[in-house]
């Protein structure tokens, strides 16, 4: 049931028109003016908001601003005399939906709720067909064919549309918060806020104020009430990223929000009531930390309802051509230089890189060869020595029996690690922590020569 919120300070018109769409079908709630309309609005999500403009204490246009700045997904609709039509124009280009005159005329106020739930509905349709496009390769999304994404963008389109918490779990730069937002543009709060924490980038003290929000005096530094992410978040979705880094006490507050849907704010005693669906992520195995008591067990159940998991890049080789190819053409175009590719010798040392840094890494190396590509293809000599390094390693050694895998392994490191301290024996030796005369009889017995390619 769609729910709306009516605002006006004359009582007897709200008790006339709320009971008008009761019996219309609407959840409707009034509010005897701006102040107690927004504390109904910060305990409870609206669809739809139809205030007068003329009030004391706090006008319409005053209640919009805050509405469309804490809760932009809420449509607004302004009432107004015949002789305040200025006021009503200055609403619209603030961002309300619609105004109306007073004496209200039934059917038009029907009509024109129908209308503004029919938008409401419109564009989280878009929204949902944006997002499903976007999955599908558009940039900074899930790119790639690979069995490990595709496997992973179903299960994404199957628990998006459900209230379900999600657990994601990978190392660093492997993408989860581009899950995160496909989920909630996919999900079922689709149409409400999407609020980011990254638990690992703030102080204890300073994050259990921003989620949890603070009152006027609650800290030195408090000169006024603030929302926390909690609220902000209402109607929509909270992600938590690195939320292992959150302490105990934080773990425990957080567990009370999700199974009693309220809290309060830090230095207060109201307690406010929330409805939001909770995505988290970590680099973390929480499992193991539930182990050590470094995260609580039953906290690790109530949001690890849902897990996904975000493949590494060494995992999915096969993506790597299509990715190079997509960030070519973004810095290509940003940096305005001409289009390049990526030579076939220079693609398969690429593909045979271990990627700590996963995505993230290939996207940062990317701009890096694309700055000094000076409009030539990018072949092998223009990758970085410790990827040319590691990446001419990788050959199929299943071939081989161990002396020789062993034989092959010691020319190539050794050649490696000579090449890069310009063929100085004693440094070499140092840094691999062989005596110098070893190095000199190995390089004999291997036949390395300064010629040898990595």
Request: aromatic residues 8%; contains cysteine.
């Amino acid at each position: 049931m769609k729910r709306i919120l009516m605002i006006d300070d004359d009582l007897s018109f709200l008790k006339i028109y709320s009971e008008i769409l009761k019996g219309s079908g609407y959840d409707t709630v009034t509010a005897y003016g701006g102040p107690e309309a927004l504390e109904l609005l910060e305990e409870e999500y609206f669809d739809i908001v139809i205030t007068d403009v003329a009030m004391p204490e706090m006008n319409g246009i005053e209640v919009l601003k805050r509405i469309k700045g804490e809760y932009p997904s809420t449509l607004v609709m302004m009432l107004t005399g015949e002789g305040s039509i200025s006021g009503a124009v200055e609403a619209m280009e603030l961002g309300a939906y619609t105004y109306l005159i007073k004496p209200l005329e039934i059917d038009q106020l029907l009509l024109n709720i129908k209308r503004a739930l029919e938008y409401l509905e419109l564009n989280s349709e878009n929204q949902q067909l944006k997002s499903r496009i976007s999955s599908l390769g558009h940039e900074g999304r899930l790119i790639g064919s690979s069995a490990p994404i595709a496997e992973l963008r179903e299960q994404i389109m199957k628990t998006a549309p459900t209230n379900a918490n999600v657990l994601i779990t990978g190392e660093s730069g492997t993408g989860k918060e581009i899950i995160a937002d496909l989920l909630h543009e996919n999900g079922l709060n689709k149409g409400g806020p999407m609020i980011k924490v990254n638990c690992a980038a703030l102080a204890e003290s300073v994050l259990e104020s921003e989620i949890f929000g603070h009152e006027k005096g609650a800290f030195t530094g408090a000169l006024a009430a603030k929302p926390g992410r909690f609220e902000l978040a209402r109607g929509g979705t909270l992600f938590l990223d690195e939320i292992g880094e959150l302490s105990l006490k934080l773990q425990s507050k957080l567990l009370r929000v999700l199974q009693e849907k309220e809290f309060e704010r830090v230095g207060g005693t109201k307690t406010i009531k929330v409805d939001f669906r909770l995505i988290a992520a970590t680099n973390r195995e929480l499992s193991k930390e539930v182990e050590k008591g470094t995260f609580r067990e039953d906290l690790y159940y109530r949001i690890n309802v849902v897990p996904l998991v975000s493949p590494p890049l060494r995992e999915r080789t096969e993506d790597i051509p299509v990715l190079l190819e997509h960030y070519l053409e973004i810095y290509c175009k940003e940096l305005k230089k001409a289009p390049v590719k990526v030579t076939e010798q220079a693609m398969e040392i690429l593909k045979k890189y271990h990627w700590k840094g996963n995505v993230r890494e290939l996207k940062n190396l990317t701009e890096r060869l694309v700055v000094f590509s000076d409009g030539r293809d990018i072949n092998a000599e223009m990758l970085p020595e410790e990827i040319r390094g590691q990446g001419n390693w990788s050959q199929d050694f299943r071939q081989m029996d161990f002396q020789e895998a062993k034989r092959y392994f010691e020319k190539e490191y050794l050649s490696y690690m000579l090449k890069k301290n310009q063929w100085n024996i004693s440094v070499t030796a140092e840094e691999i922590k062989i005596a110098r005369k070893n190095l000199q009889l190995k390089i004999k017995q291997l036949n390395i020569r300064k010629d040898t390619k990595k």
